[in-house]
């Protein structure tokens, strides 16, 4: 069986927790820029091979409505699909508020899985962070593109955030991100170290496992910093309030490591993340 997944690295993420108890599987990622996915996917001990499909989110979408439902049970879907190319991903489940562990319910949710970063990446990431002043903050702010497609701040309202932030926690911000976040690369015209579409996904995630704390865009960057069992600060658009909580972790949920927010006033978000900081990452 080959099974395809939607393009994103956080949505992949939310189903391999799952599938990964299925044993080592071949997958197919949905063609979509900018493709990293496979990168990642390639670091997951429970992919065979990965590689791009020739379908989209959307045919994943129809398929799913049409034989598998969107609260499926993995008996079931293979009981109807059999051993051919299943497209299948938690999104819609995920998005109407219900539990990451009520989708494939027959499968346990490994939430805190293994990725597997080469040794490689793991120096080039501390050579990258040597002789910044620790606590390390990671953020990312995404793109122009995507803050006006979700109405999140722009570089203003980040700026006003990151020095009330950096004058409370101190330390070091690092921006964070791929070579399409121009928002985030913006940043640092005000003097903050940035890393943006300079490191391979493996470099990125060796990063995100030394940081103190990460903070920012809801991306699949923040999904995998909880993934590593690391405290992490998202803000999600109001559309997706549900979606926002939905798929995390219930202990990180619980301890306030991992917390979620909506995109307010910068002084808003502000005092939410005061109450993040006091948290043990």
């Not at 091979?49 to 079931?76: C, L, M």
């Not at 991100?177 to 005000?190: Q, R």
């Amino acid at each position: 069986m080959i099974i395809g997944l939607p393009s994103g690295i956080g949505d992949v993420s939310w189903a391999y927790s799952k599938l990964l108890h299925l044993g080592r599987m071949e997958y197919e990622v949905a063609d979509g820029w900018p493709y990293r996915t496979v990168q990642y996917m390639d670091l997951l001990p429970g992919v065979t091979k990965a590689s791009y499909g020739a379908f989209r989110y959307e045919d994943i979408v129809t398929f799913q409505t049409a034989t598998i439902g969107e609260t499926p049970v993995w008996s079931e879907v293979i009981q109807r699909n059999g051993i051919g190319r299943l497209l299948i991903a938690p999104n819609r489940h995920l998005e109407m508020g219900k539990r990451l562990e009520d989708w494939l319910p027959d499968l346990p949710t490994e939430f805190h899985y293994s990725i597997t970063i080469p040794e490689g990446d793991r120096q080039k990431a501390n050579a990258l962070l040597e002789g910044f002043e620790r606590p390390f903050w990671g953020i990312s702010a995404a793109s122009y593109r995507g803050s006006e497609a979700w109405k999140t701040w722009g570089r203003d309202e980040w700026a006003e955030y990151l020095r009330r932030f950096h004058d409370h926690a101190g330390g070091t911000i690092i921006l964070l991100g791929g070579f399409w976040d121009d928002l985030t690369h913006s940043l640092a015209e005000l003097g903050y170290p940035e890393f943006v579409g300079k490191t391979s996904i493996g470099t990125a995630i060796a990063i995100l496992d030394k940081l103190d704390g990460y903070l920012g865009f809801s991306s699949g960057l923040g999904v995998l910093r909880t993934v590593l069992n690391r405290r992490a600060f998202l803000m999600w658009p109001a559309h997706q309030v549900e979606l926002s909580t939905s798929w995390a972790p219930p202990h990180m949920l619980e301890s306030g490591r991992y917390m979620a927010s909506q995109w307010l006033k910068p002084n808003e978000v502000f005092a939410r993340t005061m109450l993040w900081l006091q948290t043990e990452n």
